[in-house]
């Protein structure tokens, strides 16, 4: 069902967790990153889970079957800079087109690429260049791209302490938005990491960076502690003092149960060093393909709306409706918990892509619609009668 609408952008955008990666450069300490855990993020999270879940399950058989998981989706996005964020040598549009195809090598299998809508904006400040976390909400008020993502770039960038930060996917209502210093858009890992947050993803150490992962290094409870994700193992939180120049771990925590972490540290969601960073496994993977399926259509459409309000199948028969299979594995789906009688009482229904795109329509008689003609992908059903409406989200 379409119940994702204005609100889940800002609930989700950073169910990213944690607070600063403490990757070092070989000489210098780096910025941390400055994701914030939200509990109201994590709970909404919660209540996407099934149709998060629905999306995985389409990856991974896409993935089994070496089936195309669909076309490549391309999403904007729209950078803003502020005075000084692209002014020296290396710091200048070219490279930003760098980061973006880079960005875009580490999303290949993700089967998401990334494209710059419009050329960088400018933002000119006042004076000072110190842009403290939560700037952005006035800034987003005066420019702010609907239907992209928003990056915005700031020579120097600071938490509520004074800290230094590289990055933060910013939590503002109906936007879509991250915060990125200019140095780190610019190195090989911190874009992709602050990606993955906005694509839901969290550290592989978890919710927490003021204590240890609860994530034990035997998986058992993989799908509940640390990332939530049980490909990425357990990780006790890595920095630059425990992973060498061969970026390898050389610490010796162990978890609840006694055994020694080995954390993976080249995973881009890590506080590994930031050029050790190179690679997500095959679940954070589904799991940012999966989430971005589910918000895109508010992410790329705000201002549209299908041909249907949410309320109209409350005092209807309509909102018990189910379909089945979904993800639909056969050529037919059913559509489960209404009457069927006869050609007046029919369901009419209009199969549509998350263009709006009619690709099919008919009366669903018997209860069956044939899908066989669908390529893999996702797709919104609009079940009516002549008095009430639904839309149900298919997977194919
Ligand atoms: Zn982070």
């Given amino acids: 069902m379409l119940e994702f609408k204005s609100y889940t952008l800002f609930l989700f955008l950073a169910v990213c967790i944690g607070s600063s990666f403490s990757?070092?450069?070989?000489?210098?300490?780096?910025?941390?990153?400055?994701?914030?855990?939200?509990?109201?993020?994590?709970?909404?999270?919660k209540t996407l889970k099934k149709d998060i879940s629905a999306y995985e399950y389409a990856y991974h058989?896409?993935?089994t079957s070496k089936r195309a998981t669909s076309s490549l989706e391309r999403i904007p996005i729209q950078i803003h800079t502020v005075t000084g964020a692209i002014t020296s040598k290396n710091h200048n549009e070219a490279a930003i087109h760098k980061s973006i195809s880079h960005l875009n090598t580490l999303f290949l299998d993700v089967g998401l690429q990334f494209y710059l809508l419009n050329p960088p904006t400018r933002i000119t400040t006042p004076e000072t260049t110190l842009f403290q976390k939560g700037a952005e909400t006035q800034l987003a008020t005066t420019h702010y791209t609907r239907g992209a993502i928003n990056i915005y770039l700031t020579p120097t960038l600071v938490n509520a302490a004074h800290d230094n930060i590289c990055g933060y996917v910013a939590n503002i209502p109906n936007k879509a938005l991250?915060?990125?210093?200019?140095?780190?858009?610019?190195?090989?890992s911190s874009l992709a990491h602050e990606m993955g947050h906005f694509l839901a993803l969290m550290h592989t150490h978890g919710s927490d960076n003021t204590r240890s992962t609860t994530e034990l290094v035997d998986g058992s409870n993989c799908a509940t502690d640390g990332d939530g994700i049980c490909d990425t193992p357990a990780d006790p939180q890595l920095s630059h003092a425990v992973i060498n120049n061969f970026c390898e771990y050389t610490g010796t925590l162990t978890d609840a149960k006694g055994a020694v972490f080995h954390p993976d540290t080249y995973n881009i969601m890590s506080y590994s060093r930031k050029a050790c960073r190179s690679q997500f496994t095959t679940q954070?993977?589904?799991r940012m393909f999966a989430y971005y399926q589910t918000v895109k259509d508010e992410l790329l459409n705000p201002d549209s709306h299908l041909p249907v309000s949410k309320t109209d199948a409350k005092e209807t028969p309509l909102h018990t409706l189910s379909i089945y299979p979904n993800p639909a594995t056969k050529n037919s789906i059913q559509i489960k918990g209404y009457t069927y009688m006869n050609a007046q009482n029919a369901l009419s229904y209009t199969m549509i892509n998350y263009r709006g795109q009619m690709l099919q329509k008919g009366k669903a008689l018997s209860n069956t619609i044939n899908v066989s003609q669908l390529a893999a992908g996702s797709y919104f059903l609009i079940l009516e009668t002549a008095s009430a409406k639904i839309v149900k989200k298919i997977i194919r």
Avoid: D, L, R, W
């Avoid at 990757?23 to 909404?44: D, F, K, L, M, P």
């Avoid at 991250?178 to 090989?188: G, L, Q, S």
């Fill in 61 to 63: 058989s896409a993935k």
């Fill in 178 to 188: 991250i915060v990125m210093a200019t140095e780190c858009m610019f190195n090989a």
């Fill in 23 to 45: 990757c070092h450069a070989q000489t210098t300490v780096e910025s941390s990153c400055g994701n914030t855990y939200n509990i109201a993020q994590s709970t909404h999270f």
């Fill in 284 to 286: 954070q993977k589904a």
